[in-house]
T-cell receptor, first 119, second 110 residues
Framework: EVRLVESGGGLVQPGGSLRLSCEASGFTLSSFSMNWVRQTPGKGLEWVSY????????YYGDSVKGRFTISRDNAKNSVYLQMDSLRVEDTAVYFC?????WGLGLDFWGQGALVTVFS | QAGLTQLPSVSAALGQTATLTCTGY????????ATWLQQRQGLPPRLLSS???KRPSGISERFSASRSGNTASLTISGLQAEDEATYYCSSWDTNFNAWVFGGGTRLSVL
């Protein structure tokens, strides 16, 4: 069974940092690209970042570029999102999502980790 | 990065058919297709259909995706109470190397 479990969310003040982790199980992580997607409470979905299976390709959304860093450790079955210079508007539930082969969709999602940036 | 356009809400009666639409910018849907995701209250999104309009394993045949030009559609037949949820479309923007999402359509089953 494919499982994605996020951790590392919490409360932080503006300008602070948090590191989210996504632990994967039930599949070979290195064979899949992974994404982070966030959702502001009561609002829609916003794509945050992408990392290919080998980490060769990495992309970011405009709103987080230069502040967030995605990485992965396939040996530890984990994907990470280092979030620096956090802003109030970064408050959201952050989902880790697996991408299908050929990038046809995001087929498995974790339960999400809540990040609250408060002043 | 621009977003895809969806109606905020749609309602349909139990047992009937609902059709949700998603309009892309430029030719994004015409070229890259669209995925559909279902999100029930308090749960993560679930993939209903991939960019090639195919259902992942385990998704009911009641969910059918299609596209015409730069508009994608999700048709849900034989509506059930459990179909009440928010539905998101998404696609891959190769110009920005980014997944883009629609604002979501809240489906109410009457």
């Amino acid at each position: 069974e494919v499982r994605l479990v996020e951790s590392g969310g919490g409360l932080v003040q503006p300008g602070g940092s948090l590191r989210l982790s996504c632990e994967a199980s039930g599949f070979t992580l290195s064979s899949f690209s992974m994404n982070w997607v966030r959702q502001t409470p009561g609002k829609g979905l916003e794509w945050v970042s992408y990392i290919s299976g080998s980490s060769y390709n990495i992309y970011y959304g405009d709103s987080v570029k230069g502040r967030f860093t995605i990485s992965r450790d396939n040996a530890k079955n984990s994907v990470y999102l280092q979030m620096d210079s956090l802003r109030v508007e970064d408050t959201a539930v952050y989902f880790c999502a697996r991408e299908t082969n050929w990038g046809l969709g995001l087929d498995f999602w974790g339960q999400g980790a809540l990040v609250t940036v408060f002043s | 990065q621009a977003g895809l356009t969806q109606l905020p809400s749609v309602s349909a009666a139990l047992g009937q058919t609902a059709t949700l639409t998603c309009t892309g910018y430029g030719d994004i849907i015409a070229v890259k297709g669209a995925t559909w995701l279902q999100q029930r209250q308090g749960l993560p999104p679930r993939l209903l259909s991939s960019r090639n309009d195919k259902r992942p394993s385990g998704i009911s045949e009641r969910f059918s995706a299609s596209r015409s030009g730069n508009t994608a559609s999700l048709t849900i037949s034989g509506l059930q109470a459990e179909d009440e949820a928010t539905y998101y479309c998404s696609s891959w923007d190769t110009n920005f190397n980014a997944w883009v999402f629609g604002g979501g359509t809240r489906l109410s089953v009457l």
